[in-house]
């Protein structure tokens, strides 16, 4: 695993190279290896803010800890000068659709390694606004109603307890099932699998970076709000159809996932035996928030313990 | 479980190795004379031990101390659920405090995350018999069958006892409360929750006093939480709180009605050699304990636990790795969400040893008076009943001696978060995931 300590190489802050000898290949590899590893713990980060919002009851102390930890890496990459236009971002978000900042632009985030390739630089400036996040929203998702959904589109605009930007929902998705498969599948509604599998391959190099730090911004913004990631694109369904065609389709359902999600007690390996003495709704059960695999694990278990 | 012989490709084992995560024990208590002890777990439920009394006439052996065995068990909380919000409310036992006892009951105060309760446990060890209106089961006699009156007498009856809710002190707080304390007055406690500090009296259940708020204007700023709260066990009007951020708070309550000004405020500053991403994480206090002094404070963060003194703020006076071998894997145990463990530490009752746990069973114990630390192990399988604890080591580079355990073996499942100290002896209840170990010193039964 990675390395304790990882020094702060810029303590002057704005400076790009180390300012103790000439640059070599050792530094320059040193310095690509912590971007790397700060890199991998932001999106480790941000996955972990993510998935608190599934828990039943987010631990406020582990959340406040990780966000610190989030602002306080954004704040190096500022410095260092990594952070790139998330302002000409915003402009392309803007002029999407919509009120929302779910705007239709095709952002997509990307595996870790790909924006982690030297050379991979937003056109433009680097002199973007540090987009230091705030954490918002603390209350929000439990505090406040789950804002409705219109259709596939997130509505962030008006109400405080926000669901997540599409892009950073698409950030998420990729996370999710590129790098992310052990993690607990419950932060994806299938919606997003269906985005992701949409995803133009070619269109990842579009906008990686800003995309990623857009949407960092946007999601630690709204940190606690529900973020059931919806902003499906129009694609190709019929191989997606193929793809999907066993799953239940009122998973796609908007309402039985955000109403599954907040309602859903607790889901965990003992839990789901729990849950099967219960009799509980096919919508509370079913919801996509249990996930498919829970649902597998639960005919597995069904399995034994009818011993058929 | 092997209930047919149908399916004998299905394994089982699963089933029956797994722990009833209603089991895990969440909190650990000894009462004030250590007669009593209580676990709380995640189910709820609480279960009081009581130490057995030698019996009469037998003279007092040396290092022969009573055992601990099950004195009640209780359903203190239920799986609750919050409409407004959505979201379940867990039954699981945060924190339990046992109150002074000022008569034949006793009471003790059971908290989950968001409802205190007070319970008054009694036992009954007569019953009257003899009634002139009912017969021995209860039931109204005809009257026309009686033809003396009798008074009825208390006859020794089997002993039992009875756990009742005296008080529910509910709505108190919006977010998970921590700790809870009983002030020295006797009369007040505190609760705390993430953001807010609150004293309650405990006769009264529909009203608190707000004492500390943390709570920014804008949640956007939030940056800092309140990890734990305790009553001065001598000055009624003092309390301390720690942080996520390491830093101690002393109040005192004479000051102003709203305590978010702090008296004292005590932090360590930061060491630059050892700053990573994680060092705000890994001094986030888990637990503060006031010495029984008074004098002292305790904290635990993730890899050290501090002492401190009350007249000096600007740093602890005592500092005791537990895993100072954790610090090169903070990013997996971050990962894996170790990191955010959350571990208690306790005082001997004479201030003079302190302890705390850590992971793969292992908890450790320092004697302030050498400095020096041990390690021990609270596991069925290499301990059995009134064997000698042996020390363990990690092995961490040098010679490796036999029985020594690599940091890569170690086992982060097993955590040994609670534990309490008998208040008089050399006694210790360890909680490891769902069992109860309790040990005792015979070399040093009472403590000087």
């Not at chain 1, 406020?60 to 952070?83: F, K, P």
């Not at chain 2, 299905?10 to 024990?25: C, G, K, P, W």
Request: proline content about 4%; aromatic content about 8%.
């Amino acid at each position: 695993m990675f390395s304790k300590g990882t020094k702060r190489k810029f303590p002057d802050g704005g400076e790009e190279l180390p300012e103790e000898g000439l640059p070599s290949s050792n530094e320059e590899l040193a310095s690509a290896s912590y971007s790397l590893q700060r890199q991998s713990l932001l999106d480790m980060s941000l996955i972990k803010l993510q998935l608190c919002h599934m828990l039943v009851e987010p631990n406020l102390c582990r959340s406040v800890l990780i966000a610190n930890t989030v602002r306080q890496i954004q704040e190096e990459m500022t410095h260092d000068g990594s952070w790139q236009t998330a302002a000409m971002i915003e402009a392309i978000a803007a002029a999407g659709s919509g009120c929302s900042g779910a705007g239709a632009p095709p952002e997509r985030l990307v595996a870790t390694e790909v924006l982690c390739r030297p050379g991979r630089e937003m056109t433009g400036g680097s002199d973007a606004e540090p987009k230091l996040f705030s954490v918002m929203g603390y209350d929000g998702c439990r505090e406040e109603e789950v804002v409705a959904v219109e259709e596939d589109s997130i509505c962030s605009e008006a109400a405080s307890n926000v669901c997540l930007s599409g892009s950073m929902g698409h950030c998420w998705e990729r996370g999710v099932l590129r790098g992310e498969r052990e993690l607990d599948s419950r932060l994806g509604a299938p919606d997003e699998d269906v985005d992701v599998e949409e995803e133009d391959e070619e269109e990842e190099d579009n906008d990686l970076e800003g995309c990623r730090d857009e949407g960092e911004a946007k999601a630690t913004r709204q940190v606690f709000g529900t973020f059931e990631i919806k902003n499906s694109h129009p694609g190709p369904e019929s191989a997606l159809e193929e793809l999907f065609s066993d799953v239940d389709p009122s998973y796609y359902d908007l309402d039985t996932v955000l109403t599954g999600m907040q309602a859903a007690p607790k889901i965990g390996p003992y839990d789901l035996l729990d849950s099967l003495s219960q009799s509980h709704s096919p919508s509370s059960l079913g919801s996509a928030a249990n996930c498919r695999s829970d649902l597998n694990e639960l005919d597995h278990i069904m399995e034994i313990i009818v011993g058929s | 479980m092997g209930e047919d012989g149908e399916s004998p490709k299905i394994n089982h084992s699963f089933l029956r190795d797994y722990v009833t995560e209603a089991d895990v024990i969440s909190t650990v208590e000894f009462n004030q004379t250590g007669d009593l002890l209580a676990t709380g777990d995640k189910g709820g439920r609480v279960v009081i031990f009581q130490r057995e009394t030698q019996s009469k006439g037998e003279p007092e052996e040396l290092g022969e101390s009573g055992e601990y065995n099950v004195y009640s068990t209780f359903q203190s909380h239920e799986p609750d659920f919050d409409y407004l919000k959505s979201l379940e409310i867990e039954e699981k036992i945060n924190k339990i405090r046992w109150l002074p006892q000022q008569n034949a009951a006793h009471f003790l105060l059971s908290t989950n995350d968001k409802t205190i309760k007070l319970w008054k446990v009694s036992e009954r060890d007569k019953r009257p018999e003899g009634y002139n209106l009912k017969d021995e089961e209860g039931r109204v006699k005809d009257f026309s069958t009686v033809t003396s009156l009798q008074v009825p007498v208390l006859k020794p009856t089997d002993l039992m006892v009875e756990v009742r809710p005296r008080r529910v002190f509910s709505n108190g707080h919006t977010y998970h409360v921590n700790s809870i304390s009983v002030n020295s007055d006797g009369e007040t406690y505190l609760s705390a929750d993430d953001l807010r500090i609150n004293m309650w009296h405990l006769g009264i259940t529909d009203r608190s006093f707000n004492i500390v708020d943390i709570k920014p204007a804008n949640m956007e700023d939030l940056t800092e939480v309140i990890t734990a709260a305790e009553f001065h066990p001598k000055h009624c009007h003092l309390f301390v709180y720690s942080s996520s951020k390491g830093t101690l708070r002393l109040c005192d309550m004479r000051a102003s009605a709203l305590c978010d000004k702090h008296s004292k405020i005590f932090e360590e500053p930061e060491d630059p050699g050892n700053r990573s991403f994680f060092s705000e994480i890994i001094s986030s206090v888990s637990d503060v304990k006031f010495s029984h002094s008074g004098r002292y404070l305790l904290t635990r963060d993730y890899l050290t636990v501090k002492v401190w003194d009350l007249h000096m703020e600007k740093g602890p006076v005592e500092t005791y790795q537990v895993h100072e071998y954790l610090r090169s894997k903070l990013c997996s145990l971050y990962e894996n969400d170790c990191i955010f463990d959350k571990f208690e530490c306790v005082w001997n009752s004479t201030d003079s040893v302190i302890m705390t746990g850590a992971y793969n069973s292992f908890f450790r114990m320092f004697d302030r008076e050498t400095g020096r630390g041990v390690t021990l192990e609270a596991w069925r399988e290499s301990s059995k009943p009134r064997a000698v604890l042996r020390t363990r080591r990690v092995y961490t580079g040098g010679r490796r001696r036999r029985g020594d355990v690599g940091v890569d073996s170690l086992d982060f499942t097993k955590k040994i978060l609670h534990m309490a100290w008998h208040p008089a002896e050399n006694i210790i209840a360890i909680a490891a995931t769902n069992n109860l170990y309790i040990f005792q010193d015979r070399v040093n039964p009472e403590t000087q």
